[in-house]
């Protein structure tokens, strides 16, 4: 039997077992779902609403067909491009209406794709008869002052200005800038690790009564502690790092990230490239250290599984949303494993010294 053949076949067994219209589903398990920014805007989109909202529903499918294996869910989301329309519209609208600062635009962005989310997933819910509520929630998180990424701003951000614009921007707004040699001047903000979610207790509250929970979006709204209240801080925190912080507080049996590849790969899109089937925590590790995943790409999705899991997480899987249900029934993805859970006898893909393509 072939792989597409096992994978159909293993899909009509769950097909088979669909639970009459309206039955609440009993689950156990549970899974914090990651889910990427191409899940959201696709390359080559404006990021119309209408656009994005086909793309939630799309998406939405993947994620029920983990309610219908039994899983309590947890989904988190990028919100990058959003952040930065709504960035561009305070500016250009700064003389007729108030602007707004970055960590109000973040606030804005998970209630803008919340909402998507969240009514995608309602609709394909009742239309699957599961009867699982759905509920999304603005997320806070701490990030320390102490935080050296806090004196070294990073992150860019909002649209490409001109140099005599730039200095502008410097000179009145305070704002650090960066030249990019091809597409002309960018502010950039502090990129800070979580500390933790404030509304912690909430999701898990949330979680523990059956609700699906839409999260810590955009890796949460940054906020400080400040003589002891709680202000926010115009500052970007890296979402797979906030959903790894989220998914090791909640103690989840799953952490998965969807991105826009099914597996991770070994110099990707280069000569010779390798997909990684099933892998420790310290292959992973050392193919991380080896320079094999960029910063800018799958770098802090590597990086943020690798914390999930030393931290006593079970399970990490990264693959693509189209291929999220054959990932976690184990027939596609990248599944990563802390070193003492993986049995080398049913091993996969078996650690090779593989060079790093320059």
């Not at 590597?302 to 990264?318: M, N, T, Y």
Request: net charge neutral; proline share 4%.
């Amino acid at each position: 039997m072939g792989r597409q053949e096992e994978v159909f076949f293993f899909t009509l067994l769950f097909t088979a077992s669909r639970l009459p219209t309206g039955i609440r589903m009993r689950m156990s398990k549970t899974a914090l779902i990651a889910v990427g920014g191409n899940s959201l805007i696709r390359a080559g989109e404006k990021g119309t609403i209408a656009e994005q909202l086909a793309n939630t529903r799309r998406t939405a499918k993947a994620i029920v067909s983990l309610v219908r294996l039994g899983y309590r869910l947890v989904v988190t989301h990028g919100n990058g491009p959003q952040v930065g329309a709504q960035l561009l519209r305070s500016e250009l609208a700064s003389d007729l209406v108030y602007g707004q600062t970055l960590d109000v635009c973040g606030a804005c962005s998970q209630g803008e794709i919340g909402y998507l989310l969240a009514q995608s997933l309602q609709n394909e819910l009742a239309a699957a008869g599961i009867d699982v509520r759905v509920a999304t929630l603005v997320t806070q998180t701490l990030v320390s002052a102490e935080d050296p990424a806090m004196q070294h701003p990073s992150k860019p951000i909002g649209p490409f200005y001109s140099r005599s614009d730039a200095e502008e921007k410097r000179r009145l707004l305070g704002w650090q800038i960066v030249e990019d040699a091809a597409r002309g001047y960018r502010r950039v903000v502090p990129s800070p690790d979580p500390v933790e979610i404030l509304e912690l207790d909430v999701i898990r509250s949330l979680i523990n009564r059956g609700v699906l929970v839409v999260s810590v979006g955009g890796g949460g709204i940054p906020v400080m502690l400040v003589n002891g209240c709680v202000q926010g801080v115009e500052a970007v925190i890296d979402k797979d790092r906030a959903s790894a912080l989220l998914a090791t507080r909640l103690g989840v049996d799953l952490f998965a990230i969807t991105t826009d590849a099914e597996y991770v790969y070994l110099n990707y899109r280069q000569r010779g490239q390798i997909p990684l089937f099933h892998v420790t925590a310290s292959q992973l590790g050392k193919y991380y250290r080896a320079g094999h995943f960029p910063p800018g790409n799958m770098g802090p999705k590597v990086q943020s599984v690798l914390r999930f899991l030393g931290s006593g997480g079970k399970e990490a899987i990264i693959t693509s949303h189209e291929h999220l249900s054959e990932a976690v029934t184990g027939w596609a993805g990248t599944h990563i494993v802390p070193d003492a859970e993986r049995d080398e006898t049913t091993d996969l893909q078996k650690e090779v010294e593989v060079p790093v393509c320059r």
